[in-house]
């Protein structure tokens, strides 16, 4: 049976699961496969709970480390499957029309009356 302790924190694993996954999926920016969602899944519940645990002083330093690794390896696996995240080209700025020669010119050199 659970303790009081641990039924408490199951709502916030899920919650931090949740908050990891909807990061994932936003690294991936597109609708993820079948394949690319249980990746995701696995790795958020992991790290969620190797999380929770590294926090909880009652974890044994054994099952945290184990805990851990196995986050790991779900999150470089979910690597491996999505890849490094697609960056957006950066947007081009609008210049002002640049002037013409002649303008530059008109500014600087005065013109000469015309007879």
Do not use: C, F
């Amino acid at each position: 049976m659970a303790s009081p302790d641990q039924a408490a924190a199951i709502p916030s694993i899920n919650q931090r699961a949740e908050e990891l996954a909807r990061a994932w999926q936003r690294v991936l920016r597109q609708r993820p496969t079948a394949l690319q969602r249980a990746a995701i899944r696995r790795a958020s519940l992991l790290s969620a709970r190797a999380e929770i645990a590294a926090a909880d002083a009652s974890i044994s330093l054994n099952d945290l480390v184990r805990l851990d690794g196995a986050a790991q390896r779900a999150r470089s696996k979910l690597h491996d499957l999505i890849g490094p995240p697609v960056r957006r080209p950066p947007r081009l700025r609008r210049r002002a029309p640049a002037e013409s020669a002649a303008d530059v010119l008109a500014r600087y050199l005065p013109r000469e009356p015309t007879p």
